[in-house]
């Protein structure tokens, strides 16, 4: 009895990607979760290593389409790391203003699905609306909605216009009173609250043991954020507070996204008045040989990018992680006990992105056994880091 | 002579009017409304005033796949069943409004009850019998729901009975109605309204009381595995729900059918269908036990003390 499989993909109404979690479940009650992810798998580190420097800013930009500046925002900081400059300080304020902004349209369109998933059309119709006047923002500082290319190892690729500033700041503060009347449709709403308040509670202890990180470990109660830990761009010259909760259900993830829609306008709105004037590029000449990691705070969580340089002109090792690797891997401890009904949003409730997350699998097309598991993974990946060191003397 | 000429006028009163045709042609306008309105309060544009018809078009000219597993018969035949259910309630509910006082037959109010659970019902039985899990999930689901609803629902059915001491023809409540005034001026009559119309929003499988169909959560659910015609038979019966079920809470709480009224219930429950989120099944069932039947019962023995 316990052993009927409910399917959720790998295409489901639910997510728009990819991805297969097979619900095993006894009536509505979900017992065991298994995850499957690595559907689409794109290479793209392999892909970094036949690129030069610049090439891979606009690479790391297509792993995901909705947080897109964050891994261009993580590979520059590994670059600056490896080369240890000093980047002009306006294209700091540049790269913190693109990267907040990023962060109020993802939240906002988090909340709209997350709408969507319980049923609430209006809510995703409205989130997205909403969503619309930030992507306005970025179509005219950087004449792009989704993929800004504003990056660039050593600076910014653009700059902001100043006439632009009050258009930006107007847009901005208009957005606060949507803000509140999320926050008054999700905090006061019953309904709402009796779908998400104690479901698919994380505990700090959970949080702690799967590694979770953003909004999904700051809603458990665990203060956390790269850019206060170790603050990069012009993190450390504004005044903000990092928010966090400590249900660690879905109703807290969401209390903590939105409030975090506040802090980012706050965030922009300082970065425009104090923005110096001067140059947003050093010109990079060549690069050394070394490695260097960046690290930045995306809408999901913590992104690590590492670079290795031979000296040449592409990385001899590029490796990334995206927060929704380990985020996903929560659902194990969140989804099991609760309902189907429920499975859906906790599922949703960390904001997953599977196009960053894809692993590679080989699988046996005749047999549909995996030749490579997990452990044989490891294994393979344990060796190029040897094979690497050799080859670099490290 | 007299007996071929009153089975053609039933014949005519059930498919054309003011039965099959006449209902599905408000259902399908109504529906554009619902979908219209909702556009709007969702910022989009929202469709044509046809695409209720164009949608039921094209999917009869869809192929029908039935699943392998599938018990064909009832698969096929359910939702046929359905289908003649809802017309002949809405007749039903059409005629006492229409021939006021002379149509329908002592009890008749009882007959439209089990009629419009009827759709429920055949909708479960054919989703059963294809034999898929999702589908098994939004039957388990749907029966569920119905337990809670029908409850509640029929208690509130019995206020008006009281009120207008036994009478239980749909077309006599109309013309007690007419005579004494309408039970919604009473604080019995509201009460019952109000719990109608939330199991009205249940029977008819909208939005918060969708979980049966729960897209993001299990596909569509019940409907999973309808396709072509019968699809199109299973929107239209519940087109035609969309008619019949306001109609007889206008006749028996609200003194008889009036396009006014008809518009009032039916911004209700798309105003209830987009500002609410998706219960779960065990949310449902606790809120119209608890409070619906609780409700319900208030409003019996108000209606009893004479309130």
């Given at each position: 009895?316990?052993?009927?499989?409910?399917p959720?993909?790998?295409?489901?109404p639910?997510?728009?990607?990819?991805?297969?979690?097979?619900?095993?479940?006894?009536g509505e009650?979900?017992?065991?979760i298994?995850?499957?992810?690595?559907?689409?798998?794109r290479a793209i580190e392999?892909?970094?290593?036949?690129?030069?420097?610049?090439?891979?800013?606009f690479?790391?930009e297509?792993i995901c389409?909705i947080?897109?500046?964050?891994?261009?925002?993580?590979?520059?900081?590994?670059i600056?790391?490896l080369?240890?400059?000093?980047?002009?300080?306006r294209?700091?304020?540049?790269?913190?203003i693109?990267?907040e902004?990023?962060?109020?349209?993802s939240?906002?369109?988090?909340?709209?699905?997350?709408?969507?998933?319980?049923?609430?059309?209006?809510?995703?119709m409205?989130?997205w609306?909403?969503?619309?006047p930030v992507?306005?923002?970025?179509?005219?500082?950087?004449?792009?909605?989704?993929?800004?290319?504003?990056?660039?190892?050593?600076?910014?690729?653009?700059?902001?216009?100043e006439?632009?500033?009050?258009?930006?700041?107007?847009?901005l503060?208009?957005l606060i009173p949507?803000?509140?009347m999320?926050?008054g449709?999700?905090?006061d709403?019953?309904?709402?609250?009796?779908?998400?308040?104690?479901?698919?509670?994380?505990?700090k202890?959970?949080?702690?043991d799967?590694?979770?990180?953003g909004?999904t470990?700051?809603?458990s109660g665990?203060?956390?954020d790269?850019r206060?830990?170790?603050?990069?761009?012009a993190y450390?010259?504004?005044?903000?507070?990092v928010?966090?909760q400590?249900?660690g259900?879905?109703?807290?993830?969401?209390?903590?996204?939105?409030?975090?829609?506040?802090e980012?306008v706050?965030?922009?709105?300082?970065?425009l008045?104090?923005i110096?004037?001067?140059p947003i590029d050093?010109n990079?000449?060549?690069?050394?040989?070394?490695?260097?990691i960046?690290r930045?705070?995306a809408?999901?969580?913590?992104?690590?990018?590492?670079?290795?340089?031979?000296?040449g002109?592409s990385p001899a090792?590029h490796?990334?992680r995206?927060?929704?690797?380990?985020n996903?891997a929560s659902?194990k401890?969140?989804v099991?006990?609760?309902t189907i009904?429920?499975?859906?949003?906790?599922l949703a409730a960390?904001d997953?992105c599977y196009?960053c997350?894809?692993r590679m699998?080989?699988?046996?097309?005749k047999?549909?056994?995996?030749?490579?598991?997990?452990?044989d993974?490891?294994?393979?990946?344990?060796?190029?880091?040897e094979?690497l060191?050799?080859?670099?003397?490290? | 002579?007299?007996e071929?000429?009153?089975i053609?006028?039933d014949?005519f009163?059930?498919?054309i009017?003011?039965?099959?045709i006449?209902?599905?042609?408000?259902?399908?306008?109504?529906?554009?409304?619902?979908?219209k309105?909702?556009a709007?309060?969702?910022w989009?544009?929202g469709?044509p005033?046809?695409?209720?018809?164009?949608?039921?078009v094209?999917?009869?000219?869809?192929?029908?796949t039935?699943p392998?597993?599938?018990?064909?018969?009832?698969?096929l035949?359910?939702p046929?069943?359905?289908l003649?259910?809802?017309?002949?309630?809405?007749?039903?509910i059409?005629?006492?409004n229409?021939?006021?006082?002379?149509?329908?037959?002592?009890?008749?109010t009882?007959?439209?009850?089990?009629?419009?659970?009827?759709?429920?019902?055949a909708?479960?039985?054919?989703?059963?019998?294809?034999?898929?899990p999702?589908?098994s999930?939004g039957?388990s689901r749907e029966i569920?729901l119905?337990l809670?609803?029908?409850?509640?629902f029929?208690?509130?059915?019995?206020?008006?009975?009281?009120?207008s001491?036994?009478?239980?023809r749909?077309?006599?409540?109309?013309?007690?109605q007419?005579?004494?005034?309408?039970?919604?001026?009473?604080v019995?009559?509201?009460?019952a309204?109000?719990?109608?119309i939330?199991?009205?929003q249940?029977?008819?499988?909208?939005?918060?009381f969708?979980?049966?169909?729960?897209e993001?959560e299990?596909?569509g659910?019940?409907?999973?595995?309808?396709?072509?015609?019968l699809?199109?038979?299973?929107?239209?019966?519940?087109?035609?729900m969309m008619?019949?079920?306001?109609?007889?809470?206008t006749?028996?709480f609200w003194?008889?059918?009036?396009?006014?009224?008809?518009?009032?219930?039916l911004?209700v429950i798309?105003?209830?269908?987009?500002?609410?989120?998706?219960?779960?099944?065990?949310?449902?069932?606790?809120f119209?036990?608890?409070?619906?039947?609780s409700l319900?019962?208030?409003?019996?023995?108000?209606?009893?003390l004479?309130?």
């Amino acid at each position: 009895m316990a052993d009927k499989i409910i399917p959720i993909g790998p295409y489901h109404p639910l997510q728009e990607e990819p991805e297969f979690f097979r619900l095993h479940v006894d009536g509505e009650k979900v017992v065991d979760i298994d995850i499957e992810i690595g559907y689409n798998h794109r290479a793209i580190e392999k892909i970094s290593e036949s690129k030069s420097y610049d090439q891979v800013t606009f690479l790391v930009e297509r792993i995901c389409g909705i947080c897109s500046t964050s891994h261009p925002f993580a590979y520059t900081n590994a670059i600056d790391d490896l080369l240890g400059i000093e980047v002009p300080e306006r294209a700091l304020y540049i790269r913190t203003i693109i990267g907040e902004l990023e962060r109020i349209h993802s939240h906002l369109l988090w909340l709209g699905l997350a709408g969507h998933f319980l049923g609430y059309n209006t809510v995703w119709m409205w989130a997205w609306r909403y969503r619309e006047p930030v992507l306005d923002i970025f179509e005219r500082i950087s004449g792009n909605r989704n993929h800004y290319a504003m990056f660039k190892p050593g600076g910014a690729r653009r700059d902001l216009d100043e006439a632009d500033f009050p258009w930006i700041k107007k847009t901005l503060k208009s957005l606060i009173p949507k803000f509140d009347m999320f926050k008054g449709a999700v905090i006061d709403d019953p309904v709402i609250r009796a779908r998400t308040e104690g479901v698919g509670v994380l505990t700090k202890q959970d949080v702690y043991d799967y590694a979770c990180v953003g909004p999904t470990a700051r809603a458990s109660g665990f203060v956390m954020d790269v850019r206060k830990d170790d603050p990069y761009a012009a993190y450390d010259k504004v005044e903000w507070k990092v928010i966090t909760q400590q249900g660690g259900d879905v109703f807290a993830k969401a209390v903590v996204r939105i409030l975090e829609l506040y802090e980012s306008v706050n965030i922009i709105l300082q970065c425009l008045d104090k923005i110096p004037k001067g140059p947003i590029d050093i010109n990079i000449k060549d690069m050394p040989a070394g490695e260097g990691i960046g690290r930045h705070e995306a809408p999901r969580g913590e992104v690590f990018h590492y670079i290795m340089s031979d000296g040449g002109n592409s990385p001899a090792r590029h490796k990334v992680r995206a927060p929704s690797f380990v985020n996903i891997a929560s659902n194990k401890k969140a989804v099991i006990g609760e309902t189907i009904s429920d499975a859906t949003i906790i599922l949703a409730a960390v904001d997953p992105c599977y196009c960053c997350t894809e692993r590679m699998a080989v699988v046996d097309h005749k047999t549909g056994k995996k030749v490579f598991d997990g452990q044989d993974l490891v294994r393979l990946s344990q060796e190029k880091t040897e094979k690497l060191r050799r080859k670099y003397n490290r | 002579m007299e007996e071929v000429s009153s089975i053609m006028k039933d014949l005519f009163s059930f498919l054309i009017f003011p039965g099959f045709i006449f209902t599905a042609a408000i259902g399908l306008v109504a529906s554009w409304i619902d979908r219209k309105v909702t556009a709007r309060v969702q910022w989009r544009v929202g469709p044509p005033w046809y695409q209720p018809l164009a949608d039921l078009v094209k999917l009869s000219i869809k192929e029908i796949t039935i699943p392998k597993n599938a018990s064909k018969a009832v698969f096929l035949s359910a939702p046929l069943f359905g289908l003649s259910a809802a017309v002949l309630a809405a007749t039903f509910i059409w005629q006492a409004n229409i021939q006021a006082g002379s149509s329908g037959f002592t009890g008749d109010t009882v007959v439209v009850l089990y009629l419009l659970t009827l759709p429920a019902i055949a909708l479960m039985l054919g989703s059963s019998a294809s034999g898929n899990p999702l589908a098994s999930l939004g039957v388990s689901r749907e029966i569920k729901l119905m337990l809670a609803y029908e409850l509640p629902f029929i208690i509130s059915i019995t206020v008006p009975i009281i009120k207008s001491s036994g009478l239980l023809r749909v077309t006599d409540l109309i013309a007690f109605q007419a005579m004494n005034g309408v039970f919604v001026s009473n604080v019995s009559g509201i009460l019952a309204i109000i719990v109608a119309i939330f199991c009205m929003q249940a029977k008819l499988g909208l939005v918060p009381f969708d979980m049966a169909e729960a897209e993001t959560e299990i596909m569509g659910g019940i409907y999973i595995e309808y396709s072509g015609i019968l699809l199109a038979v299973l929107k239209l019966t519940k087109t035609i729900m969309m008619v019949a079920l306001p109609v007889f809470l206008t006749s028996i709480f609200w003194g008889g059918f009036s396009a006014w009224k008809y518009v009032i219930l039916l911004v209700v429950i798309i105003l209830m269908r987009n500002t609410n989120p998706r219960v779960r099944i065990d949310q449902a069932i606790r809120f119209f036990w608890y409070r619906m039947t609780s409700l319900a019962i208030i409003a019996v023995l108000l209606a009893m003390l004479g309130f």
